[in-house]
Antibody, heavy 121, light 106 residues
């Protein structure tokens, strides 16, 4: 059974840092691109960052460029998101998601349950 | 950046109704369009990918159509478990979600 389990969220002060983790099981992580998607309270979904299977291609949404760093350790079946210089606008539930990418058509077929990040003084 | 606009933002419907949700892209995205369902407190669930392909395990009452800039998600006969929020997503250039359509009970 495919499972994605996020951890590392919590309450942090503005300007602080957090490192999110996503533990993958039930599939071969090294075969898939992975993403982070966030959802502010009561709001819609926002794609944050993606990383290809071998970490060769990494992308970020403009609002987090220079502050967030995505990485992965396929040997440990884990995905990470290092978040620095956090602001109140980063407050959200953060989901990791797997990209099935069949026939070059990218789509997120499995999602974790999310980890909540709250940025507040 | 490609913007995705869904309509309506919310709708009220009854069990058994046919429901259609529209998603429009700010530029042509071919069929690089996915649909997700999200229930309160839960992660999104993939329903449709590549505009019209039904994800494994998703009931056949869900269908998707469209190409270019205009897409639709149709629920042929609304069931109680379908009351949720639906999001479209483009994957043509990076990834962008629509703002969501909340389907409520009439």
């Amino acid at each position: 059974e495919v499972q994605l389990v996020e951890s590392g969220g919590g309450l942090v002060k503005p300007g602080g840092s957090l490192r999110l983790s996503c533990a993958a099981s039930g599939f071969t992580l090294s075969s898939y691109s992975m993403h982070w998607v966030r959802q502010a309270p009561g709001k819609g979904l926002e794609w944050v960052s993606s990383i290809s299977s071998s970490s060769s291609y990494i992308y970020y949404t403009d609002s987090v460029k220079g502050r967030f760093t995505i990485s992965r350790d396929n040997a440990k079946n884990s995905l990470y998101l290092q978040m620095n210089s956090l602001t109140a606008e980063d407050t959200a539930m953060y989901y990791c998601a797997r990209d099935e990418e069949m026939a070059a058509m990218s789509h997120f077929d499995y999602w974790g349950q999310g980890t909540l990040v709250t940025v507040s003084s | 950046d490609i913007q995705m606009t869904q309509s309506p933002s919310s709708l009220s419907a009854s069990v058994g109704d046919r429901v259609t949700i529209t998603c429009r892209a700010s530029q042509s995205i071919s069929t690089y369009l996915n649909w997700y369902q999200q229930k309160p407190g839960k992660a999104p669930k993939l329903l449709i990918y590549a505009a019209s392909s039904l994800q494994s395990g998703v009931p056949s009452r869900f269908s998707g159509s469209g190409s270019g800039t205009d897409f639709t998600l149709t629920i042929s006969s609304l069931q109680p478990e379908d009351f949720a929020t639906y999001f479209c997503q483009q994957s043509y250039s990076a990834w962008t979600f629509g703002q969501g359509t909340k389907v409520e009970i009439k």
